[in-house]
Each structure stands twice: as C-alpha cells, then as structure tokens.
C-alpha cells in the first residue's frame, strides 16, 4: 500500500523533497529502536509507503515532479542525490522551458492542456509501482502559476483517471503580505477548482509557519528552507505509519483513506489545517522533557483557540457548555472558539498508550449534529518521531482556516471588483463568469464553515 | 399524413414496438396493428386491449387480489385496464358510460388510450430504469406517476434546525460509506495483484489456466448483462429520436376520429395528456384540444344560463313582491299612518334608551393634540359638548349621572303603573288576598 506523491511547482518541489527527507531519516532512526521488531516494521511500513527498492538497493521516491521551469526540478534531484539514503527515479520529472509567469490561467489553460499526456504518463508510471493504491499526495503552492494552475489541472485529470483513489491536496498559502500581486486571485480560483475535485485539502500557512520558525525554532534570518522544513515535519508527523483505531496491532495499511473517513465525509468541508506539539530548534531538543498530559492540554487549547503554534495562546477562550443553544455557540464564536467538525490526533513517542485523550472527547468543541465519539479519531505509534520524544499533530476540520480565507476572498474581490489585472486571464480563456463562480463556490465554503 | 411520411411513420411505429419488447412487454403487436387501429379496424382490438394490459401490469402494482385474474379472461382483463386508465386520469367517454361502453370501444379508442398512457408520468423512463437497474443515471428519471395517484405527500419534520441536522449527518454518513468503499476495492485491488504474482511465479508464465473458474463464467454474465442493457439504451435513444413523428401520427390518429362521423358521441372523449405538448407541439393537436375546449365552454355556458336562470328565481322572490305590497295593498293614508306611528315608537325608543347607545359610544383614549383630531365619523344628537371622541371625565360623568336619574323616574314610573295593575287585578278576584313582596 503505497502513496505517490506529486510535487508541482516550486513549492511543492522543495516541500516534497523536505518530505521525503523527513521520512526517510525517521524510517532510518527507527530501525535502531527498541525493540527491534517494532522498528523493523515501522522502517518496513514507511518504505513501501514512499519508496520503491530499486536494483540497486537506493530506495526511489515514488514520486512525480513538475515544473514549468527546470532549475527547481535540477537542484530537487541534486539535494536528494546528495542526502545519500534517498533518490528520485530517473525520468520521473516533468519541466519545461518557460514558467507560467505567476499566471493562474496560463497554467491551467495553457500548460495544463498542453502537457496532460506526458505528466498523466509519469504518474501512471508511478501507480504501477504500487501494490496497493493507497492514495494520491500532491502538492503546491497557491500564490504561483505553475503549482497553482498546473497543480489545479493535474488534480483535475487524477480526479478523472482515478475516481476511486483518494486524493489530498497539501496546499501552501502565501504570506498575507504576499510576493505576488495577483496572488489573491490565483488561490481563489485553485481553492474553489480543487474543492471540487479533490477529497482533502491540507493548508499550510506561510505566515504562521513563519512565526513557528521565529517564535519556537529560534531562527533569525528565515529562508524558505526552514519554512519548508517545518512543513515537511508536519506532513511527515501526518503520514508515517501508525496504529488506527481498526489496526490496533499492525500499522495501518490505508492511511489516506482512514484519515479521509475520519476528517472529510463530508463534502461541504474539506479544508484541513495542522498543528504540531512540540516544535523546537534541534539544539534544544536533549534538554527538553515532555508529558503526555501537558502537551495534550496545550494542543486542546491550541485547537479551542485556533493557534498554530503553543507560544502564547489565549488561554481566556472556552468551549461553550454542552447545553447551550446556537445563539450562545455564535457567540462564543466571535470571543475567538474555533469550532470543530472533525479532528484527528496522531500521538508519536514514549508511553504513547498512557496518554489520555478525553479532553477531545468534549461535546462543546465540535459541531452539533456529530456526535464527538464520531468526530475525533485517534492515532499511535510507540515510536519517536523525526527526534521528538514525544510529539502530538491534531489534523482538524474546523473553522481556523474561515479568517484567512475570508480575508483571501475578500482581497480578491477587491481587486475585482476594480477589474485589476483581469485582462491578464481573460486573454487565457478565463471569462469574468468563470472568476464569479469561482467567488461564489469559495463564499458557499465560507459559508459552511461560518454555520458549523 | 402525406405518403412519403407515412414510410417513415412505420418505422417510428416499428422503433416503438422494438423498445416496449426491449423493456420486456410481452406479446407487442406488429406495426400494421397501429395502423390498422387508427382506422378503427376490428381486428386490432384484442391486440390492443392485450397490449395495454401487459403495459399496464408492468407499470402498475396490481394490488395482490387482482394480480391473480387469469390474463386471458378478456372481460376480467379488460375491467383492469379501464379502471387503471380511469386511475390515471384518462376520463374517455368509453370509461365513463359504464360497461358496455368499455366492451364496445373500438380499436382507435384503444389507441388513444395507450397514447394517454404513454405521455404521462414518464411511463417508458421508469421501464427503462427498471430494467437497466445497473445504470445509476437513471435513477434520477421521474419515477411512474400512475402507481402514486393516492400517495400522499411527504410529510417534512416540524423543526428545520432539526432536519437540517439529519441531513448533514446522514451526508456524512453517506460519505463515509463511499470512502469506505474506496478503500475495499483498493485492498480488492491490492489482493488481485498479490494473487496473480502467486499464480504467476507458482505455474509460471507458459501455464495460462485454460478453463477460467466461475470468477470468469461470473464476469461473461456480467458481460452480457452489460450488453443487453446498451442494446436496451441504444433502442430507446432511436425512439426518443423518432418520438415527435408518433406524436404527430397520433395526432393524426385524433383528426381520424374526429373527421369520422359514425360514432358521434364518442368525438367530445378526447382528452390529451398535458406531457405531450411538449414532446411535439404539431398543428393537429390544436384541434383536440379545441375539442376538448368546445366542450368546456359549451358547459361554462350551461353553467352561466344554470346561473342565471337561479339568480333570475331568487330575485322573483324578495324585492318584487315588497314592490307590489307598496303600490297596490296599502293606500297612501295608511301608509302616512304606519310612518307616523312608526316614528312615534322609535322617538319613545330613543327616549328611553338614549343612554345605552351613548354610554357605549365612549372610549378612554389620551388626549391627542388638536391638530391630529380624527375625524368624526357622526354628529351625536344628544346634548353634550359634541366632543363625542374626547369627552373629559367630568363631563362624563355627569352625562351619566343624569342618564342614571332619567332611567330611575322611568322604573319609578313603570313600578307605579304595574303596581296600580296589580290592584285593578286583585279587586277583581274574590277570596284571594295577595301580600305584595317586601319592598327593597
């Protein structure tokens, strides 16, 4: 039971090797785990999740890149080459020439259509690997050309070629202050394209993975790296392998497809956002000490109160009582609750099986006509991830992400309604009607989200 | 229908009488049977009757008692179908005349019928669904309406937070399920594969299994189910292609029957069902419908006399006579009288009762400002200030106190007559001595 991964555009390129270098290095560590056995099987679980065994003994990504551009694609095959435990396949990537110049609709209209039939080849290429399907991981950013508006199309086609396979788009949000002018319009149109088309959409937010870097990784000039970087922990902390609740003693054979009928059944809501306890500079992590009761509390207050990361979170906001109608539920809404309608908590390190995960079973904190045995699902793995003795990720389909979106939607509109730079993708082939359901498709999810 | 069309009519007819056997109607008549009965042949009246039934029985849950009658008893058969085509509202004169009318329908009545049946509810569609049960498309096809005549409506929850709730759980559910499934079939998948790298590395390659199991026997079954069913889909896309020509035939099939002069009583049946204007909107069935629409304004105009005659009949009866008793029984020195005495009694009315109206035509109300006064709707005769709308308390109040003293000298003085009656009475009576009551 496999995952192939897609990695388009530039972010999605640099994130997907971080991935794959997180992976590969927590597999590796594993194996020298006591017991024995249990590392064995973890290191054996992750490799046939992300890596095929090639002749030669190097382990192969299964993995498909794109680009518009070569440079990316270039240096992403070097630096896996270069880690020495990890390679892309040969001809496993797709770039061309010139880039899609920041341009949604060029993209998806023009590179998109134009390219299908080899991309739609490397990915077929990479299925045949596979036993088992397991899913399909792609991954991109929203602000840019190629990742956004390829990325859109490729999900697209998948969709068509695969309807049965589940497939989860990893999407980077760009900073609010963003580097590209048309980048409101660019993620607008991708959102409510892939909320059609896709099962799950992972959103990681530049801005607050920023703060992650600056506020608990200690980090003073911040590259893209280190943003990258901690997104791939996140990712990595989401995929590895771990026990479910269906799988008590052997890891999971279908994680996408747990974790998607565990978060995204239904199909008004598809928007998941992550956070992970604890994060820090790898310096730091021998002289840190952790317990389970103390992490599950800030990770709860970090979902109560929509915080990315457990450096000052608003420990004022709470849960409204059980009994209380939707009009006090509203109103706890706007003192800053985050409403739940699905979360999924996935414990990795020592003493996994003694940490008590009752807080999550609260009432209050999820919507009310799911029942919260329904709605929180709970993963383990006795083993360490990525170096953390312990460490918690919550996988939640709440309201957090309504504020940036609706912040998103709202500059966009702005722009639109003054007619700015709409020329730009209307001479693609992307009509003013187009960008209005568009609109309209984002506003139903904001919508939803709103009346949880 | 000019010659060169009536070629293709056949073949219409033909595509017709493919797609009914296709949804597996039993004994479809040939396509000279249709041609035949729009002349109103006899010899296509038993077909007719039998291809309606087996429609019919298809499309309509028999209740149990009369799924048992013999299909070849002609009379049992013919009674089904006529209240099923009652049922469905088909309102032919042949249905309403009672039985030996229903014996004596001829074929082009039978015709039109199946018309009826055909045009309404989506009859063919809801066939096809059934049959092509694997096609989830179809599902969303309007189910048949003639089956659903006495359902009754859904009834929706009372709460709609409530309902609304259901909903998106169930949703969630539903989703659930769905990814579920996916992941069966991925691990079906997963088993297939595993499977056949076992047989392959076990038997090698040059030992192809020459008898597939029933895994293969199971998927030729499934293979030639499949085509059945594209076979069925392909006839019934040919009739929906050809299905404006019959509904212009059949048109042609109702100016038939009117232009026919033998069975007059029959031509005022005809009714079209609402569907088929939209299938075809041809020039013929304007003539029907004005048919139909004689019909209708032949009765609103029975209906209008019928009214007219009872309005007529109700005005003989009042003012006419209060007229005649005016004019002719009561001279005009008698009728001076009646007024006069009329309007001595009223005046003693007033009189005597002024108080009751009055103290009632009062109303407590704050004072508005003089500008904003509403306007008064009579002037009062009584003697106040006239301010009927804003008396002020006092003044009221001593309206009252002399209502009150005038009604007390009216008892006093009613007391003292009835006393005085009694008397008189008593004077006349021997032996009785009445005691009158205590005085209060």
Request: hydrophobic share 35%; glycine share 8%.
């Amino acid at each position: 039971m496999s995952v192939v991964t897609v990695q388009l555009g530039q972010c999605g390129n640099q994130i997907g090797q971080e991935l794959f270098n997180v992976i590969s290095n927590d597999s590796n560590d594993a194996q020298t785990c006591s017991p024995r056995a249990q590392g064995k099987a973890y290191h054996a679980c992750s490799r046939e999740r992300f890596f095929n065994e090639e002749a030669s003994g190097d382990p192969s990504a299964r993995a498909v890149l794109i680009d518009m551009e070569p440079k990316v694609i270039t240096q992403t095959i070097a630096m896996a080459a270069k880690s020495g435990r990890w390679k892309y396949r040969e001809q496993s990537f797709f770039c061309q020439k010139q880039g899609s110049g920041n341009n949604w609709a060029n993209g998806f209209r023009v590179h998109g259509p134009r390219h299908q039939e080899a991309m739609g080849d490397l990915v077929r290429r990479e299925v045949e690997h596979c036993d088992r399907l397991a899913g399909i991981l792609t991954m991109m950013s929203v602000a840019g050309g190629t990742g956004s508006g390829v990325g859109t199309y490729v999900t697209q086609c998948l969709r068509d070629d695969y309807p049965h396979t589940f497939i989860l788009n990893q999407l980077t949000w760009p900073y609010c202050t963003g580097e590209v002018i048309v980048q409101n319009y660019n993620s607008v149109l991708t959102l409510s394209h892939l909320y059609q088309c896709s099962d799950a959409i992972l959103v990681h937010e530049n801005d607050a993975v920023h703060r992650i870097c600056a506020q608990l990784m200690n980090i003073k000039h911040i590259s893209f790296s280190d943003v990258n970087k901690v997104i791939a922990h996140q990712l990595g902390s989401v995929l590895q392998p771990a026990h479910t609740a269906h799988t008590q003693s052997q890891y999971s054979r279908n994680p996408m497809g747990e974790l998607m009928s565990s978060l995204v059944c239904h199909p008004e809501y598809k928007l998941l956002s992550l956070c992970t306890i604890p994060q820090m500079a790898s310096s730091s992590l021998p002289y840190s000490a952790f317990s389970w009761p103390g992490l599950l509390k800030h990770l709860r207050q970090m979902l109560i109160c929509s915080a990315r990361m457990e450096e000052g979170i608003d420990w004022q906001v709470r849960a409204p009582s059980v009994g209380q109608g939707a009009a006090e539920t509203r109103g706890m809404q706007e003192l800053g609750f985050n409403t739940s309608l699905a979360n999924l908590l996935i414990l990795r390190g020592k003493d996994v099986s003694s940490a008590d995960t009752g807080g999550f079973l609260d009432p209050a904190l999820y919507c009310p006509w799911l029942p919260a045995e329904g709605a929180i699902s709970t993963w383990r793995s006795s083993l360490p991830f990525n170096k953390y003795e312990k460490s918690a990720t919550l996988v939640s389909n709440s309201q957090s992400l309504l504020k940036p979106l609706d912040h998103m939607v709202g500059k966009a509109w702005n722009m639109f309604a003054s007619r700015a730079y709409i020329h730009q993708y209307t001479k693609f082939g992307i009509s003013e009607e187009d960008f209005l359901d568009c609109f309209t498709c984002l506003e139903q999810v904001i919508s939803s989200y709103k009346h949880l | 229908m000019q010659r060169g069309k009536s070629v293709k009519v056949k073949e219409v007819i033909e595509s017709l009488c493919k797609l009914l056997s296709a949804l597996g109607i039993d004994s479809v008549p040939g396509a000279d049977t249709f041609r035949r009965a729009k002349f109103n042949k006899e010899d296509a009246v038993d077909d007719l009757w039998t291809l309606l039934y087996n429609i019919l029985s298809k499309a309509v849950r028999w209740e149990c008692s009369c799924s048992v009658t013999q299909p070849h008893d002609k009379s049992a058969r013919a009674g089904l179908v006529s209240s099923a085509l009652w049922q469905c509202g088909y309102g032919a004169q042949w249905l309403q005349g009672g039985w030996s009318l229903v014996e004596e329908v001829g074929s082009r009545g039978l015709l039109l019928a199946l018309g009826w049946v055909m045009s309404s509810g989506g009859l063919l569609e809801s066939l096809l669904a059934e049959t092509a049960s694997g096609l989830e498309t179809l599902a969303a096809l309007p189910g048949v309406s003639l089956g659903a005549a006495g359902g009754g409506s859904v009834e929706w929850p009372r709460q709609a937070e409530q309902w609304e709730r259901g909903l998106r759980r169930l949703q969630w559910e539903q989703g659930k399920l769905r990814f579920l499934w996916r992941s069966l079939q991925a691990a079906q998948q997963e088993r297939a594969a595993l499977l056949h790298q076992v047989l392959s590395s076990s038997s090698g390659p040059s030992a192809p299994d020459p008898d597939p199991p029933t895994g293969s026997t199971g998927n030729s079954k499934e293979l030639e189910q499949l085509r059945t069913e594209i076979r069925l889909l392909e006839i019934y896309l040919d009739w929906k292609h050809l299905e404006p020509l019959f509904w212009s035939w059949m048109d042609s099939v109702i100016d038939a029957k009117l232009a026919d002069p033998s069975p007059p009583s029959h031509t005022d049946a005809v009714a079209m069902a609402p569907k088929s204007a939209g299938v075809e909107g041809g020039c013929c069935q304007g003539d029907t419908e004005r048919g139909g629409l004689d019909r209708l304004s032949e009765m609103l105009l029975m209906l209008q006399v019928g009214l007219r005659a009872v309005r007529a009949e109700q005005g003989d009866h009042a003012p006419p006579r209060a007229r005649h008793r005016d004019v002719g029984a009561v001279t005009s020195s008698e009728k001076a009288k009646i007024q006069e005495k009329v309007g001595c009694r009223l005046h003693d009315l007033t009189e005597a009762y002024a108080s009751i109206p009055a103290s009632g035509g009062y109303r407590l109300r704050l004072q508005e400002h003089p500008a904003h006064q509403p306007h008064r709707p009579r002037k009062s005769t009584s003697c106040q200030a006239g301010h009927q709308g804003e008396a002020q308390a006092s003044m009221v109040i001593q309206e009252l106190r002399e209502k009150e003293a005038l009604l007390l000298r009216e008892l006093e003085r009613w007391r003292r007559g009835h006393r005085e009656e009694l008397q008189e009475l008593v004077s006349g009576l021997e032996g009785v001595v009445l005691i009158p009551p205590l005085k209060r």
